[in-house]
């Protein structure tokens, strides 16, 4: 079947404009992942959706990101108000279930870049 | 708090020699490990990963890992490089049961 699907899979916006970034994860898949990776770096952890549970978002790195998921399937992560310091790889990942036997598969990202 | 060292941002090995990529751990509990390639314009995929049990894991394209507790390691190696194993390669440790933590990625480029 499909994987992991992102659109768009290249953004390029001006700074204090507001952007938003899909994921639909693999069809059955209860958990769902965002991360960011910044060039050179590894990835960093963003928010964490597993069914109908509250998401843990922990790892949003301040109040103008935020992220939904609808049920099971879509997210849309959004940043307001985009700062130069967000441009990064966008990396959504989903996983049967929360449990780590469970391998998250990757989608191929969104590029952002802010001028 | 849980982190991923790994030493050394760029690889170069000549085909069919042996690729080795570094990975050093912290965490205050019990680790899962994580070995992710990432071809270019692809996204990751898992190469191998250990919970429990045997400490050297075998993953896909014949690449193999041995997780030491001793020494917080948990290093990449394959015998034989092909030149098809040119990526950028990322260590990640899990101390709970969702959120890994991932390192900054080696990059391996293969001489022919």
């Known amino acids: 079947g499909a994987g992991v699907s992102q659109s768009p899979s290249n953004k390029v916006t001006e700074k204090g404009k507001d952007v938003e970034l899909r994921c639909d994860p693999i069809?059955?898949?209860?958990?769902l992942y965002w991360y960011r990776q910044r060039l050179g770096q590894g990835l960093e952890f963003l928010i964490y959706?597993?069914?109908?549970?509250?998401?843990?978002k922990s790892g949003l790195p301040s109040d103008r990101f935020s992220a939904e998921r609808t049920g099971e399937s879509v997210s849309t992560l959004t940043i307001q108000r985009t700062q130069q310091e967000d441009s990064a790889v966008y990396l959504c990942?989903?996983?049967?279930?929360?449990?780590?036997?469970?391998?998250?598969?990757f989608g191929p990202g969104t590029r952002l870049t802010v001028l | 708090a849980q982190s991923v060292t790994q030493l050394g941002s760029h690889v170069s090995v000549s085909e069919g020699a042996l690729v080795l990529l570094r990975c050093n751990y912290s965490s205050s509990v019990p680790p899962y490990l994580f070995w992710y390639v990432q071809y270019p314009n692809q996204g990751l995929q898992l190469l191998l990963k250990?919970?429990?049990?045997?400490?050297l894991v075998k993953g896909i394209n014949g690449f193999e890992a041995e997780f030491k507790k001793s020494e917080t390691s948990f290093h990449l190696t394959k015998p034989s490089a092909h030149m098809s194993d040119a990526a950028e390669y990322f260590c990640a440790v899990s101390s709970n049961d969702y959120k890994l933590s991932f390192g900054a990625g080696t990059t391996v480029t293969v001489r022919a």
């Open positions: 250990y919970t429990t049990g045997a400490t």
């Open positions: 069809s059955g898949h209860t958990a």
């Open positions: 959706f597993q069914g109908n549970s509250a998401p843990d």
């Open positions: 990942a989903s996983s049967l279930d929360r449990l780590q036997r469970y391998e998250q598969f």
